[in-house]
């Protein structure tokens, strides 16, 4: 059985950070196309971040220059680490892995609720 389990959200000041991880079992990082995604109040959800199976990265426009993604194949382990953090990125943020760049994501994680808030 596939899982991949979020944790490390919570409530941060803005300017704050926080690093988010995504624990995978049932298969490995290093075979997949791992990506974050976030789905604030009302809004759809949206791509973050991506990590191919190469390592080269992806972000979104909004997040630039203040998240990071990596990988620890070791681990089996996907982390963002949020820098900066807006109002703005109020999500809850979901992990997810794909097999190829040109197939759907087609494994998720249930989210973690990351707060922005003064």
């Known amino acids: 059985e596939v899982q991949l389990v979020e944790s490390g959200g919570g409530l941060v000041q803005p300017g704050g950070s926080l690093r988010l991880s995504c624990v995978v079992s049932g298969i490995t990082t290093s075979s997949y196309y791992m990506g974050w995604f976030r789905q604030g109040p009302g809004k759809e959800r949206e791509d973050v971040a991506q990590e191919s199976r190469d390592r080269s990265t992806n972000y979104a426009d909004s997040v630039k220059g203040r998240f990071t993604v990596s990988k620890d194949n070791a681990k089996n382990i996907l982390y963002l680490q949020m820098d900066s953090l807006k109002f703005e990125d109020t999500a809850v943020y979901f992990c997810?892995?794909?097999?190829?760049?040109?197939?759907?994501?087609?494994?998720w994680g249930p989210g973690t609720q990351v707060t922005v808030s003064s």
């Open positions: 997810a892995a794909r097999v190829s760049v040109s197939l759907p994501y087609i494994f």
